[in-house]
């Protein structure tokens, strides 16, 4: 499952609906998730892929402290 946090709202979407598999990279699942949320190729570029223990993975933007 990827979970995908974008311009204040969330989405959830199976790997396999975006033509991922579980060892896509962080360019393809990016890829894949512009494409579904119709934005251009490199607008999520600064967001960051995270995997969890359970296989799941969740695209958000860079969280910034200080």
Avoid: C, K, Q, T
């Avoid at 969330?10 to 790997?15: A, F, G, I, R």
């Avoid at 598999?21 to 570029?45: H, K, N, T, V």
């Amino acid at each position: 499952m990827l979970h995908i946090r974008w311009n204040g709202r969330s989405h959830d979407v199976e790997l396999s609906a975006l033509g991922l598999r579980d060892g896509s990279d962080d360019r393809e699942i990016l890829s894949a998730a512009a494409r579904y949320l119709e934005l251009d190729p490199d607008a999520l570029s600064e967001a960051v892929v995270d995997r969890g223990p359970e296989g799941h993975i969740v695209i958000r933007p860079e969280a910034l402290f200080g």
